[in-house]
């Protein structure tokens, strides 16, 4: 396994020979270890069943270690680290469609005891950041599902966390919209000094948001190889243009073949 882009600064997240066994005899997850520091931005790339959902839930704290352990902040996930600490976003938008975008976003401010008034400034805030002021009164139904990504994208933030969790975010939009919404996710981790995990199957995003890319295998689920991206932040326009770019895409591409049975790469 490469080396992978670490500072030697204290890790943010510290994951520990970890196991995950669902009650089916599944092993999703098999002796993953894995730090991660605050500031970086890392992809989890690999087949489908590889266990990456199921890594970013027990991160989370939305799914329990069967063994080994992790730690985010200090503490275990969904413990003392609070609520505020980590944020998810899913491949569905899953935003209410009664309410509008601001009551959306509001959500989570107003689970945590924050009146309308107070929290306003702060959710007019983040949809500026992501393009959406405009849209505060629209419903979920009037927008296009890149709009409605960035909505749940807001309602991710607005908490101002620490750690921003994203689980094929951007899978089922159209390529333009996805290129842009990259490079959005990339503007707020930098804007908002946060940390990300982003999981997906596609190593050209992978490497284009990345500063690591550890790539996943099935069968059991488990970690085969932690790569540092090189190339500067922000991506200038033709980073995609650039050697830099292919040449990662290539040594990700290699690895991920290599986690390919022949089941897999017969379809
Ligand atoms: N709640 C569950 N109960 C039982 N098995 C599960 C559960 N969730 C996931 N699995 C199984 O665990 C393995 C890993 O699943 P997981 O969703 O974490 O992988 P993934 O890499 O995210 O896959 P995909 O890219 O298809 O989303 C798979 O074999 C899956 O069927």
């Not at 992978?4 to 005899?25: C, D």
């Not at 990456?52 to 730690?71: D, F, P």
């Not at 992501?130 to 139904?141: D, E, I, M, T």
């Not at 990339?186 to 997906?200: A, D, M, N, P």
């Amino acid at each position: 396994m490469r080396a992978a882009a670490t500072t030697g600064s204290q890790p943010l997240i510290e994951i520990k020979n970890v196991y995950k066994q669902y009650g089916t005899g599944i092993v999703a997850v098999s002796d993953m270890s894995l730090s991660i520091e605050d500031g970086q931005f890392v992809s989890f790339l690999g087949p489908s069943g590889c266990g990456k959902s199921t890594a970013l839930r027990m991160i989370a704290g939305l799914s329990e270690v069967s063994a080994g352990s992790i730690t985010v902040n200090g503490h275990a996930p969904g413990s003392s680290s609070g609520p505020q600490d980590v944020a998810f976003v899913f491949q569905e938008p899953t935003l209410m469609p009664w309410a509008s975008v601001f009551d959306n976003v509001y959500l989570p401010l107003r689970l945590g005891g924050m009146s309308r008034a107070q929290a306003a400034p702060r959710v007019e805030e983040v949809l500026a950041q992501v393009g959406l002021s405009k849209f505060a009164k629209a419903y979920p139904r009037e927008l296009s599902g890149g709009m409605k990504m960035r909505v749940s994208i807001a309602r991710a933030i607005v908490t101002k966390p620490r750690l921003l969790l994203m689980d094929e975010p951007f899978a089922a939009l159209d390529e333009m919209t996805r290129f842009k919404l990259n490079n959005d996710v990339l503007r707020l981790w930098q804007e908002h000094g946060l940390t990300v995990i982003f999981v997906t199957h596609s190593v050209y995003e992978s490497v284009y948001l990345s500063n690591r890319v550890v790539v996943m295998a099935a069968r059991p689920g488990r970690v085969v190889d932690d790569i540092a991206i090189p190339g500067s932040y922000p991506r200038a326009d033709n980073f995609r243009a650039t050697r830099e770019y292919t040449e990662s895409c290539e040594i990700v591409s290699d690895a991920l073949n290599q986690t390919l049975g022949n089941d897999d790469i017969n379809h």
